[in-house]
């Protein structure tokens, strides 16, 4: 349970690329704080930068849904999981591919960090 519940809490903080989670903020804002992260340590275009807007918006939503949704932790695991998956997947598709390697790389770098500051 326990376990559960710091790999959830991992798994949004990838997701929002932010670090910490700040249940006041909206879904709106925190696809703009992803935004401007990814803006500025991937040196998008124009043209990426609404296209990723758009992508960490649509995904912020359905992490705010899934969220609330009554499903077991399990489930909710399993479909953040698949969510994550697919964002990658959009992200790859509007990204260079020195983009996204530095992208993977940023979120893992990101997931090791969390983890030791959960021990």
């Given at each position: 349970m326990k376990r559960m519940i710091k790999v959830l809490l991992l798994g949004l903080s990838?997701?929002?690329m932010g670090g910490s989670i700040v249940?006041?903020?909206?879904?709106?804002?925190r696809a703009a704080k992803t935004t401007d992260w990814m803006k500025?340590?991937?040196k998008l275009s124009d043209d990426q930068v609404q296209k990723?807007?758009?992508?960490?918006?649509r995904y912020a939503k359905t992490m705010d849904s899934l969220a609330q949704s009554t499903k077991t932790k399990e489930a909710k695991m399993d479909e953040f999981r698949k969510c994550n998956k697919m964002k990658d997947d959009d992200l790859k598709s509007?990204?260079?591919e020195d983009q996204f390697k530095e992208y993977l790389a940023k979120k893992d770098e990101m997931k090791k960090k969390l983890k030791e500051e959960m021990k």
């Amino acid at each position: 349970m326990k376990r559960m519940i710091k790999v959830l809490l991992l798994g949004l903080s990838l997701l929002l690329m932010g670090g910490s989670i700040v249940k006041a903020q909206s879904a709106a804002d925190r696809a703009a704080k992803t935004t401007d992260w990814m803006k500025s340590n991937l040196k998008l275009s124009d043209d990426q930068v609404q296209k990723v807007t758009d992508i960490n918006l649509r995904y912020a939503k359905t992490m705010d849904s899934l969220a609330q949704s009554t499903k077991t932790k399990e489930a909710k695991m399993d479909e953040f999981r698949k969510c994550n998956k697919m964002k990658d997947d959009d992200l790859k598709s509007v990204l260079n591919e020195d983009q996204f390697k530095e992208y993977l790389a940023k979120k893992d770098e990101m997931k090791k960090k969390l983890k030791e500051e959960m021990k």
